[in-house]
């Protein structure tokens, strides 16, 4: 190989090196609102959106409703361990619904509360606008609620009122403590102790 031929090499070796450094800064600098908590809400959103387009809006309740209960489980699991005890009080209930939203950006609040219900107020969705027009995605809140309720409590039945996904400014959860005639009447699902 000639010097001339050796330098041309080098030159395009090296100008390729600068032009895919140069190409890889510009893309790595791009302003994306794209990050982990961001690309994981739309992943949900985009799943639960083709379980209501593929199978209906009821069955997709469905599925995400499994996936409530066994982070219902869970979470229930590690805020029994973290008070060191084997049992929530209704007045622990209510303040790990309440901590497990902020936790995770929610903004719930307790409207009113008494032995038969609790009910909650929220401003901010978790889910943030990726929640909207997919209201199977508040299963999550429905089932998480009332799982821990129920296991701690012996029953729950959650109540969706209003919901930040079917449009409305802020969502309104009631959480049915007894069976009583209210409770029936309610449209929700129940919850019952686990075993």
Excluded at 91 to 107: F, M, T
Excluded at 114 to 137: S, T
Aim: glycine content about 8%.
């Amino acid at each position: 190989m000639h010097f001339w031929e050796l330098y041309n090499c080098s030159y395009k070796i090296v100008y390729l090196k600068y032009m895919t450094n140069s190409l890889n800064h510009s893309i790595s600098t791009l302003n994306l609102s794209l990050e982990r908590d961001i690309f994981l809400r739309t992943l949900i959103r985009e799943l639960s959106g083709t379980l209501q387009d593929v199978v209906g809006i009821e069955e997709a309740s469905g599925f995400i409703s499994v996936v409530g209960e066994r982070m219902g489980r869970e979470i229930n699991e590690d805020y029994k361990s973290a008070l060191e005890v084997s049992n929530l009080s209704r007045k622990q209930v209510v303040d790990v619904l309440v901590d497990l939203k902020r936790r995770i950006q929610g903004n719930f609040y307790i409207i009113e509360q008494d032995d038969e219900k609790i009910v909650f107020g929220n401003r901010v969705c978790p889910f943030g606008e990726k929640v909207l027009n997919r209201p199977a995605m508040c299963m999550m809140t429905s089932n998480v609620f009332g799982t821990i309720a129920a296991n701690n409590l012996g029953y729950a039945k959650v109540e969706l009122q209003d919901t930040i996904a079917n449009g409305a400014s802020g969502c309104r959860v009631i959480v049915y403590l007894k069976l009583t005639q209210e409770a029936e009447d309610a449209e929700g699902r129940e919850y019952y102790r686990g075993l």
